[in-house]
């Protein structure tokens, strides 16, 4: 007989005569249910060690990610970095960092993107080709329409516009 068989036959009542056979009448007996190690057998003389196991592992879990985070939210994991300086003077503005800021151009600003790309322009000498559009979260642009600057800032790719700078600082070059 098949296991299905089997199954369909032992949900049966007994007929007349016949003995109703268990499915599971060779795994029962005296002696075949053990208690599980660990569980109501002395367990509760290792309790004290798994605490202290996890108080330990929550504390090393806490200190690693304070050293990751560089020990204070001041500081960062690159090694001699630091913040650069902001500047602020009659003209000139912004923050000197030439790493990140590191392309640079002059000429007219003026208010105005092409096609949502830039909020202002930076009109130079050779044509609308050259026109570098800008946009900045450090600069106040609007300080400066209408003035001839020179700016440091950061390419950043664009659609429409054929140069997009974010600028990091400006520099005054005549009223």
């Known amino acids: 007989m098949t296991q299905g068989a089997s199954r369909a036959a032992s949900s049966l009542p007994p007929s007349h005569g016949q003995e109703q056979k268990s499915v599971h009448s060779g795994l029962s007996g005296p002696g075949m ?6 569980l109501g057998s002395g367990s509760e003389k290792n309790t004290p060690i798994f605490l202290i196991v996890y108080i330990l592992l929550i504390v090393f879990g806490v200190g690693t990610g304070y050293f990751l985070a560089g020990g204070s939210s001041g500081k960062t994991l690159v090694p001699g970095s630091t913040k650069p300086a902001a500047i602020k003077t009659q003209t000139a503005e912004g923050i000197s960092d030439t790493q990140t800021f590191k392309d640079s151009a002059d000429g007219t600003l003026e208010t105005g993107g092409i096609d949502g790309e830039g909020t202002h322009k930076l009109v130079r000498e050779g044509g609308p ?15 400066y329409i209408g003035k001839k600057v020179k700016v440091w800032g950061q390419t950043i790719a664009a659609r429409k516009a054929p140069w997009l700078m974010d600028v990091g600082k400006i520099e005054l070059l005549q009223e």
């Open 33 to 38: 249910v053990k208690p599980i190690g660990g």
């Open 129 to 143: 080709s050259q026109t570098a559009y800008l946009i900045s979260s450090v600069v106040d642009l609007d300080s």
